[in-house]
């Protein structure tokens, strides 16, 4: 069935670090692919998507290509700041009859000054 | 007020007690859903309406009754809880733009309602 798989963490880097978050989906069809981040306390944000092969989404200085060879959409950034710190989830929407979004469990992500 | 709100931010409740989450979404779509969020797993869809109609419900068991009077509102009604019902209900919208049998734009959230069921 339709799944995607991304690192739980928490992950913990050092301000200005290099950033990658691994994702890799299961889906039937051609998804559209999304990246969405958590702050504490709030709701989930779009931070990126993209919806055919190859493109790059980006957005805050975060990208990330969609890999259909490898059914993957890692998150990348070059130089992560302190207020990066979150919980990043990686979906998808394939749009076969089940009309909502499938989700990764989360990857917290901790920077330390 | 833009984007999507939800009240209560937080509501503690009994297994008896009748309660009732709002969502209220300012941005002109036409579908809006109730995911639950729980610590460790993946975000789970629960209900989605589209143009007030619903047109999933991912097997959530019957203590949980979702209401969308128009396209804007979405409610979910609460009754018998138990324990395990504890979690972050994010209500969530977006505009069907393909005319098709669901929604295929993009989902925005709203903050959530911190549930706990004591």
């Known amino acids: 069935g339709n799944s995607v798989t991304q690192m739980e963490g928490p992950v913990t880097l050092s301000e200005e670090a290099f950033l990658t978050i691994n994702c890799t989906y299961t889906?039937?069809?051609?998804?559209?692919l999304f990246w969405y981040v958590q702050y504490p306390g709030e709701g989930l944000q779009l931070l990126l998507k993209?919806?055919?092969?190859?493109d790059k989404g980006s957005n805050k200085g975060f990208e990330a290509t969609y890999r259909k060879e490898t059914t993957s959409f890692h998150l990348e950034k070059g130089s992560v700041q302190v207020s990066d710190s979150a919980v990043y989830f990686c979906?998808?929407?394939?749009?076969?009859?089940?009309?909502?979004?499938?989700f990764g469990k989360g990857t917290h992500l901790i920077i330390q000054p | 007020e833009t984007g999507v709100t939800q009240t209560p931010r937080h509501l503690v409740m009994g297994m008896t007690n009748k309660k009732s989450l709002k969502c209220e979404q300012h941005?002109?779509?036409?579908?809006m859903y109730w995911y639950k969020q729980s610590a460790k797993k993946p975000l789970e869809l629960m209900f989605v309406?589209?143009?007030?109609?619903?047109?999933e419900n991912n097997s959530v068991p019957s203590r949980f009754s979702p209401e969308c009077p128009n396209s804007s509102h979405l409610f979910l009604h609460l009754h018998t809880l138990q324990p395990e019902d504890s979690a972050l209900y994010l209500c969530?919208?977006?505009?069907?733009?393909?005319?098709?049998?669901?929604?295929?734009?993009?989902?925005?959230f709203g903050p959530g309602t911190r549930l706990t069921v004591l």
């Open positions: 969530a919208s977006s505009q069907d733009l393909a005319g098709g049998p669901g929604p295929t734009d993009t989902q925005y």
């Open positions: 889906a039937t069809g051609y998804p559209s």
């Open positions: 993209a919806t055919k092969a190859d």
């Open positions: 979906a998808f929407y394939s749009g076969g009859g089940a009309d909502g979004l499938t």
């Open positions: 941005l002109g779509h036409n579908a």
């Open positions: 309406y589209n143009f007030k109609e619903q047109t």
